[in-house]
């Protein structure tokens, strides 16, 4: 198109206020396997549940690539004007290291190392975490609860699955009973047959069937962390606390449930089917997504392995969590993606230039923001991509281009102030949105720099040398440097 038609239409598109409401979103759903269209169960509303920390340690980039994008969900789905009611629990008990029914508590094997309350040690963690997502931006959720906090709905819940014969009591701990759920292994691509053929022959005899998994755990004496119930003293199984804490909040059928990879089996197979245990419903959730793993040098980056790096680890190393946030946003969720010292340095240019290109083209619009065709444009393919299954690189492609696209335009002399300020608005509200990395009362400019950059470019028009270089030394004084560029004046913050 060309830059005639541009401002011919100018005037019409942006008189145009660009209806957000509503638009179609598709999501791929780990359950069928294919992107669906995102219908919610409440027209305008969205039920999200994440799938939290387990606060034993700090949380390492890797988790926090699955917590970005759980913002970039909600963020994405809040552009596109649903109201997103977004539940992140802290998995404060529980856990055991086998991520299954051996093993020790994650938060107990922890204490005893460190010599430390259990529940000290989940509380400081937890408030790092919170720190942490604080500086990467990740927006809070409605509600962060704790496992800990909810243990009598977890007890209630287990009673109904004994009372439904879904679980049995041995012992003190409760089992639920995987073959009364005939699409167990559906979200994982398992078939009970599979998995009965692939199961190990189970050292834990209390179990009817090795396929069975725990839902109540009895606790010895030396476990720290434990509650009375009906089957003696106790502490829940992790999946347990999950099928609760969303139910309790969001309501026995919500939208969206998510969490890294790896979560799918069996922590998600299972709250499946304890949820079909106690509410009959096949799917009591209907979107379930899951982002890939980060990698460090290929391999899955993990606390087990030691082959990670925490929030803090990079802060020290003199990286803002704005542009941590910007490189684990950058990747497409449903791909792999291998972090790397040279990636955190092309976050740190990107934002550099969209900071810069806000400040060029906000003292080109004169402060002002306004829509233009310029930004109409790329904001419909902006929006696609991240309609389309939250397709983050392919959206910010979308953003350089039209940032790439309006620097030349600069050079050239050709681009409007009208038109200016459509790119302005584009990355202060769309972009920001979503991506959220650039800081923004940093890029305004103080209106007193604006008039002396007026009269500055005023003066070098009339080839007044002498009073366009006073201009600039007051300017200086202001904070500013002023750099002259072929397509007029530019200002740097000193
Ligand atoms: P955890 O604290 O172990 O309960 O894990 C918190 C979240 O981080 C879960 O959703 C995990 O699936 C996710 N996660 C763990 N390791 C990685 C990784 N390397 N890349 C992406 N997500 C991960
Ligand atoms: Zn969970």
Redesign the pocket.
């Known amino acids: 198109m060309t830059l005639v038609v541009y401002s011919q239409v100018h005037k019409f598109l942006s008189s145009q206020v660009l209806s957000m409401s509503l638009l179609t979103i598709r999501l791929h759903n780990t359950l069928s396997r294919t992107k669906e269209v995102f219908t919610p169960i409440e027209p305008g509303k969205v039920s999200m549940y ?8 700090f ?9 970005v ?1 759980n913002d970039l969900l909600v963020r994405t789905l809040e552009y596109a004007g649903y109201e997103v009611t977004k539940v992140m629990n802290i ?1 404060d008990v529980g ?1 055991l290291t086998s ?1 299954a029914d051996e093993g020790e508590d ?1 938060i107990l094997k922890k204490a005893r190392m460190e010599k430390k309350d259990p529940f000290a040690i989940a509380r400081f963690f937890e408030e790092a975490y919170v720190e942490d997502e604080q500086k990467l931006r990740i927006k809070p959720p409605a509600a962060r609860p704790r496992a800990t906090e909810w243990i009598k709905q977890q007890i209630i819940f287990v009673e109904q699955l004994i009372e439904k014969g879904f679980a049995y009591a041995v012992n003190g701990s409760v089992y639920f009973r995987t073959h009364k759920c005939g699409h167990y292994g559906k979200l994982s691509g398992n078939t009970l047959k599979d998995l009965d053929m692939g199961a190990r022959i189970e050292l834990n005899d209390e179990k009817e069937d090795p396929l069975d998994f725990v839902v109540w755990k009895a606790a010895n004496e030396n476990h720290l962390m434990q509650w009375d119930s009906p089957w003696g003293k106790g502490f829940p199984g ?1 999946h347990l606390e999950c099928s609760v804490m969303s139910t309790e909040i969001l309501g026995e059928r919500f939208d969206i449930h ?6 799918t089996f069996p922590h998600h197979e299972c709250e499946i089917a304890q949820n079909y245990g106690c509410t009959g419903l096949e799917n009591n959730i209907n979107y379930w997504l ?7 040098e290929g391999e ?4 087990s392995k030691g082959n ?1 790096y925490t929030i803090r680890d990079l802060m020290e190393e003199g990286w803002k969590g704005t542009e941590i946030r910007y490189l684990l946003a950058s990747g497409y969720y449903q791909s ?2 291998n972090f790397t010292r040279k990636g955190l340095e092309q976050a740190r240019a990107s934002i550099a230039r969209l900071q810069e290109a806000v400040r060029v083209f906000s003292q080109i619009a004169g402060g002002n923001i306004q829509p233009s065709i310029f930004n109409i444009q790329y904001r419909e393919r902006y929006q696609a991509a991240l309609f389309d299954d939250i397709n983050t690189p392919e959206a910010l492609a979308v953003v350089f281009e039209l940032v790439g696209e309006g620097m030349k335009r600069r050079d050239e002399g050709t681009l409007t102030e009208e038109e200016a300020a459509g790119i302005v608005q584009f990355l202060e509200q769309d972009f920001q949105a979503i991506f959220d990395v650039l800081d923004l009362e940093g890029g305004a400019i103080p209106e007193a720099i604006n008039v002396l950059l007026q009269q500055r470019e005023e003066a070098r028009k009339n080839k007044d040398w002498a009073a366009s270089d006073s201009l600039r030394d007051e300017i200086k004084a202001l904070g500013y440097e002023v750099l002259d560029e072929s397509g007029g004046q530019s200002l740097r913050k000193r």
């Open positions: 994440c799938c939290g920390p387990t606060v034993y340690d949380a390492h980039i890797g988790n926090f690539r699955t917590f994008f998995t856990h991520d994650k992790w998510t969490g890294g990879e790896d979560l899951h982002g890939r793993f980060l990698l460090l899955k980056m993990s606390k990670f792999q993606f």
